[in-house]
Every structure is written in C-alpha cells, then in structure tokens.
C-alpha cells in the first residue's frame, strides 16, 4: 500500500495519522491532514530530514559494491540536511535560483515553447498524434536550469536518463538485477558529475570558492539535476493532462477569466509531481494522538493533504482562484522548503499561457502512466489527437 494505489486511493477515507507497512515489512507513519503535515515540516529539530534520500529498497551489496566503484556518495547538502552546513550551501542555491535570475529566463523559455507550439499544432492538424511530455514538457526544465547554473553542455537524453534512474534506485520497490542495472546508470553519470564539479563555473565554482568539499558539491549538484528539473516536467505533463478535462478552465484561459497563475497553484495542489516526502522522528514524540518513537519513518502525504477538506471549499475539484489554493504544500515548508519554487511556477506559466490552446478539440490516445514509486509520479507519455 505504501507504493501501490497513491493516484487511486487520495480521496478516500483516511485516518490523520495511519502507520503502513512498506514492500519489505517495515512500518512507516503515514501523516494525511495538511496541518500536521505543514506541522512537522516547520520542526526540523523534532522531525529531521536526514532520511530524505535514503533507498526506501535497501540497497544490495552488487549494487553498492558498483556505485563505490564510481565513488558514488550522497553527503548532506540540502534536502536531507540537518547540520549547520545546510544554510550556507541553500544559500548558494537560492542565489543561483534567484527569482530576478529566474524572470530573466522567461522570455528565451516563451519564445522556446512558442516555436514547438507551432510546430505542435501542425502536427495536430494533419492528424497525427503528438507526445506532449517527449516533445514539449520532457526537457525544457533542464534547459532552463543548465542557464541558470551553468552547466556545460550535455547530451539532454543522458541526463534524463539518469535523473529517473536515480529516482527509482531511491524511491521505488525494486528486485536486486533491476537496482544493479540502475546503479551503473546512476553511477557513470555521478563520475561525470564529479569531474564538473571539480572544474565547473557558476553553481560549482561558488560552492568551491565557499570552501565546501568535492563530494558537497557534487552531492548539491545531483540533487539539482534531480529535483531541479525531472519534478517540473513531471509536473507539466500531469498539468496539461489535467487541463485536458478542463474544458471551463481552458475556456477561461481565452477569455482572460481565469488567471495562468491560479491554474499553475490549482495544479500544484491537485496534481503535485511529489507525492510524498519523508522525514525521521528524532525524538518519541506525538502526532495527532499517534505515538512516534524516535528513530520511526514519518511519510508526508502532500498529495493528499492538498485535498484537505480543511484547505479549500471544494478539494477535489479544479476551481484555480479558490480560497485555500496558493496554501499547498507541493514545494514543502519551513526550512527546507523547494528553493526552486519560483522556477517551476515561471516554467509552469509560460507551458500554460503558450499550451493550453494546443488542447482544445484534442482526445487523449494515451494518458500519462505512472510507476510505483514512493515519492515522485515520473509520467512516461502523454499523447493526444485532434478530434
């Protein structure tokens, strides 16, 4: 249950705080309100992030002995970063990620989508099919981050290949031949990693110049690459299918009736590419009348605490502009909240503002499909047709 069922299983009854075994028999407290959600999120004294990028399959000795051949390492840098270091390196982040940095992207990003749109929609008049995530949504996240924090040129397939190995290496339920084959994956990628890291500017040299480690780094790097882009095409892909079965939003969208901003919080909040997140409870504690000894997996039900009865009037319909909306949890709160936020709302507004025509009088061939996963959605297609 614990991997199995999330998309199917959001709306139904549950307890604010059930524990839930996972594939391999270890229990986990499962947090579904979305203030005690927001709760521990803002604790991270009593609810540390530490386990945050842990393999929720452990790991086999083959797959560990392959990614130490490639030195392989994850150090605390941000997202599962309880020490003092973590400000300093976030900080660094967000200055790369600086939302004036990130406004200045905007009009290379639109014209970008503008000309696949054009291009997109020929395809739809002549009847053909199109895959709106392989040739839309799928990499221009990366495009934009790579300006950002100056990565240098790289074949756009193999970082995407490896962003959702490392995805699933981590977060999925998997046998031992399939975690060898994702370790080798993850791992050359990591060597190349590396050897940017030691020589790179932008991100890479102001981590150096602060004096941080190698493996800090290309440890800060490696989640960029992951959670820096692969979430926001997720997301775009799950948007845009969503919008699909808007037809009043979209209407709303033409007549400048509905804002692009309300419908990208409106999807942030209904169809977050981050279902869950997790967090370790450093001491026995409480949660919800449930008690948490210390050392236990707390999962946060993001997807489902967005639905929260409690957050909006009408939690699982899409009304974007509705009292509640903007109050997701889809970046997080508190300390480790999504530095990237303003990122994937800018990417998320132009794919909205420059798209969404594409999908009036379109029929969905093949909606987006979802592997078991823990945490992330990583949809593999979305294709349409004109009607």
């Not at 982040?93 to 200045?104: C, I, K, Q, S, T």
């Not at 240098?152 to 975690?179: G, I, N, T």
């Not at 890291?197 to 800090?216: I, K, N, Y």
Request: hydrophobic share 50%; with cysteine.
């Amino acid at each position: 249950m614990l991997f199995r069922g999330w998309g199917e299983s959001v709306d139904w009854r549950w307890p604010d705080v059930a524990v839930v075994a996972d594939h391999v028999g270890v229990d986990h407290v499962v947090v579904t309100r979305h203030a005690l959600v927001r709760q521990v999120l803002a604790d991270p004294v009593t609810w540390r992030p530490d386990n945050a990028l842990d393999a929720v399959t452990p790991v086999p000795v083959a797959a560990l002995r392959v990614l130490a051949g490639h030195r392989f390492r994850l150090p605390p840098t941000l997202a599962n970063n309880s020490s003092a270091s973590h400000p300093g390196i976030r900080a660094l982040v967000a200055e790369a990620l600086h939302p004036d940095r990130v406004a200045a992207q905007q009009p290379w990003l639109t014209a970008l989508v503008r000309r696949r749109v054009v291009r997109l929609a020929a395809a739809l008049d002549a009847g053909e099919p199109v895959d709106l995530y392989a040739v839309l949504a799928a990499d221009l996240p990366l495009l934009v981050l790579a300006r950002l924090i100056e990565l240098p040129d790289a074949p756009v397939d193999a970082v995407k290949d490896f962003a959702r190995a490392a995805l699933e290496l981590f977060w999925a339920p998997l046998d031992a031949d399939r975690q060898l084959a994702l370790a080798a994956e993850v791992g050359r990628f990591h060597t190349v990693l590396r050897e940017f890291a030691a020589t790179g500017g932008g991100l890479a040299a102001a981590l150096r110049a602060d004096g941080h480690s190698p493996d800090v780094v290309v440890g800060a790097l490696f989640f960029l690459l992951v959670a820096g882009q692969e979430t926001t095409s997720q997301f775009l892909t799950l948007l845009l299918h969503r919008l699909t079965a808007e037809p009043e939003v979209r209407a709303g969208l033409r007549a400048g009736t509905v804002a692009v901003a309300d419908v990208v919080e409106e999807g942030l909040r209904l169809e977050p590419p981050i279902v869950t997140w997790r967090r370790v409870a450093a001491v026995d504690a409480t949660l919800g009348g449930t008690a948490v000894p210390a050392g236990t997996s707390v999962v946060l039900w993001l997807a489902r605490a967005g639905r929260d009865p409690e957050l909006v009037p009408e939690p699982t319909r899409f009304r974007p502009g509705q009292r509640g909306s903007r109050r997701h949890l889809a970046f997080g709160a508190g300390t480790h909240r999504c530095v990237g936020a303003q990122l994937a709302r800018m990417e998320a507004a132009v794919v909205v503002a420059e798209a969404a025509p594409l999908l009036d009088g379109v029929t969905v061939v093949r909606p987006p499909w979802c592997p078991d996963n823990l945490t992330f959605r990583m949809p593999d297609a979305f294709v349409v047709r004109r009607r």
